[in-house]
T-cell receptor, first 109, second 113 residues
Framework: GQNIDQPTEMTATEGAIVQINCTYQ??????LFWYQQHAGEAPTFLSY????GLEEKGRFSSFLSRSKGYSYLLLKELQMKDSASYLC??????????FGAGTTVTVRA | IAGITQAPTSQILAAGRRMTLRCTQD?????MYWYRQDLGLGLRLIHY???????GKGEVPDGYSVSRANTDDFPLTLASAVPSQTSVYFC????????????FGPGTRLTVL
């Protein structure tokens, strides 16, 4: 089976930076995704990494190290609307997505 | 353009009853998926379809069946619902390309009593 680990909860202050780590062990690797999910809503796509390195998209960046089975999502200049769950998902050798349990980020004023 | 729609939004069901959750997409995506989301467990794949006419089993397929008669629709059926099937169900689709990103519907909250 697949094993994807991420912290359960994180709290940060408005305007600050938060880094959400994700470690994985999967059968094959065909990319890593980060999704954002607000309470009671559907997951929405944030970022995709398939090669090692940093992908930047505005206030959000995602990093991947395939040799270490490690990724992080960096949220900069936090806003109250960033309070949500962040899901790490790995596409395995069969091209199926396996999800971590999600990290709930709470942004405080 | 609606993207992906799911129906019903929520449902309370007696154990033993049959229930079909509907999913329709208008993006002409080839692949469609059904997940369930439970607290602390994350999203788990139930069934998937890579193209119309084909289906496959995911991580937790027992007690569920699917069909894919055409590109747009991918219904999920619980033949005889049990309380452990209480969950939030999400349908997703992907259209290939470099990232083959999955896009999710709004979900169906199902309670089996």
């Amino acid at each position: 089976g697949q094993n994807i680990d991420q912290p359960t909860e994180m709290t940060a202050t408005e305007g600050a930076i938060v880094q959400i780590n994700c470690t994985y062990q999967t059968s094959g690797f065909n990319g890593l995704f980060w999704y954002q999910q607000h309470a009671g809503e559907a997951p929405t796509f944030l970022s995709y990494n398939v090669l090692d390195g940093l992908e930047e998209k505005g206030r959000f960046s995602s990093f991947l190290s395939r040799s270490k089975g490690y990724s992080y999502l960096l949220l900069k200049e936090l806003q109250m609307k960033d309070s949500a769950s962040y899901l790490c998902a790995v596409r395995d050798g069969d091209y199926k997505l396996s999800f971590g349990a999600g990290t709930t980020v709470t942004v405080r004023a | 353009i609606a993207g992906i729609t799911q129906a019903p939004t929520s449902q309370i069901l007696a154990a033993g009853r049959r229930m079909t959750l509907r999913c329709t997409q208008d993006m002409r995506h080839n692949a469609m998926y059904w997940y369930r989301q439970d607290l602390g467990l994350g999203l788990r794949l139930i069934h998937y379809s890579n193209t119309a006419g084909t289906t496959g089993k995911g991580e937790v397929p027992d007690g569920y069946s699917v069909s894919r008669a055409n590109t747009d629709d991918f219904p999920l059926t619980l033949a005889s619902a049990v309380p452990s099937q209480t969950s939030v169900y999400f349908c997703a689709s992907s259209g290939g390309g470099e990232t083959d990103t999955q896009y999710f519907g709004p979900g169906t909250r199902l309670t089996v009593l």
